[in-house]
């Protein structure tokens, strides 16, 4: 029997890589309802596309530690899980190769925190934003494609970025003005006039409003609703409650704590309100708290005390070394 919780890691967007790590813990329960010796162990990680049966869609052999029967894994970081469909259900089976039990049952179901790797795409769907700079959003009111057509015995030629319109075949006088200062006119009365586009000239009031607001949507509580109008724009961003099913429904809670200062830490405070993929808004006096250091450099034992309705603080008798990180998880029953 496996008790888990996970939830998707670094999902970041820079136009070039999206690494994706999955967070993973849990306890490891024999038959006999005991959990598992403390040890080092080769835990197997698999995701399918069904809750029973079907082809792995992912598949990892991961060597971690287990304390008190509780492991924490951070999958994605030997085989990545780039090639991992995340719009598709998916569930992940855990294993103890070696072992009678090299496959627990059931396999635990993703969450919606997994999914938010979905979103990583509807970020950049509607286009800039409406602050963006370095990039011409619209000319004369006029978005998208707009092309310059050559009329009257005019002749418009491009070099580079410099549009050029000729008028030399033209009879008469021919003068080309501007009503505001976005475009730059040389040579207004011809014989060739040369337009251009002055740097940060277009603002706000040149471009059509998409009806959203600059802002973060979603949290672990709400994900964001995004509508998008037939231009392939963003038309309004609202958010949703997680319906029940899209939820766990075991009360824990769990996070990786890094030390990135230069100096050893003696005592560290968590906060269980705002841990993610799941919070709790009270932590009941008889929860249970699982600390698993992920480094013994320097660290010889750790007691939990301060117990508040909104954390607990670990204490390090030896400090936790810079850069060590511990895990810990609440089971609040």
Same mark, same amino acid.
């Given at each position: 029997?496996?008790?888990?919780?996970?939830?998707?890691?670094?999902?970041?967007?820079?136009?070039?890589?999206?690494?994706?790590?999955?967070?993973?813990?849990g306890v490891l329960i024999q038959p006999d309802g005991t959990v598992y010796a403390d040890g080092r162990y080769a835990v197997s990680v698999k995701l399918f596309p069904a809750a029973v049966g079907g082809t792995a869609v992912f598949e990892d052999v991961i060597s971690t530690t287990i304390v008190?029967?509780?492991?924490?894994?951070?999958?994605?970081?030997?085989?990545?899980?780039?090639?991992?469909?995340?719009?598709?259900? =998916?569930? /992940?089976?855990?294993?103890?190769?070696?072992?009678?039990?090299? *496959?627990?049952?059931?396999?635990?179901?993703? $969450?919606?925190?997994p999914y938010a790797a979905v979103a990583r795409q509807s970020v950049v769907a509607g286009g800039l934003t409406p602050n963006a700079t370095g990039a011409v959003r619209s000319l004369n009111g006029a978005q998208g494609d707009v092309n310059i057509v050559a009329a009257g015995? =005019?002749? /418009?030629?491009?070099?580079?970025?410099?549009?050029?319109?000729? *008028?030399?075949?033209?009879?008469?006088?021919? $003068?080309?003005t501007t009503q505001d200062s976005v475009l730059r006119v040389q040579n207004s009365t011809g014989p060739t006039v040369v337009l251009g586009v002055r740097d940060s000239s277009i603002t706000t009031r040149h471009l059509r409003s998409t009806g959203v607001t600059p802002?973060?949507?979603?949290?672990?509580?709400r994900i964001p609703r995004i509508t998008v109008d037939r231009d392939g724009r963003i038309a309004s961003i609202s958010t949703v409650p997680i319906g029940p099913t899209q939820t766990t429904t075991m009360p824990i809670a769990s996070g990786r704590y890094v030390n990135a200062t230069p100096n050893r830490q003696y005592s560290v405070t968590i906060n269980t309100t705002t841990a993610?993929?799941?919070?709790?808004?009270t932590l009941l006096p008889n929860a249970r708290i699982l600390i698993t250091i992920d480094s013994s450099d320097g660290t010889t034992t750790y007691a939990i005390s301060q117990r508040t309705v909104n954390g607990f603080t670990v204490s390090f008798?030896?400090?936790?070394?810079?850069?060590?990180?511990?895990?810990?998880?609440?089971?609040?029953l």
């Open positions: 029997m496996v008790v888990a919780s996970g939830h998707l890691m670094h999902a970041q967007v820079d136009g070039a890589s999206v690494p994706l790590h999955l967070s993973f813990q008190g029967g509780v492991f924490n894994l951070i999958i994605g970081e030997q085989e990545p899980l780039d090639n991992v469909d995340f719009t598709q259900q =998916l569930w /992940i089976e855990i294993g103890l190769p070696g072992t009678a039990q090299t *496959a627990f049952e059931p396999r635990t179901r993703l $969450t919606t925190a015995g =005019l002749v /418009i030629t491009q070099d580079g970025n410099d549009v050029t319109i000729d *008028a030399t075949a033209v009879k008469g006088i021919v $003068t080309v802002g973060v949507y979603g949290d672990s509580l993610t993929p799941v919070a709790l808004p008798a030896g400090g936790l070394a810079p850069n060590t990180s511990f895990s810990w998880m609440v089971i609040n």
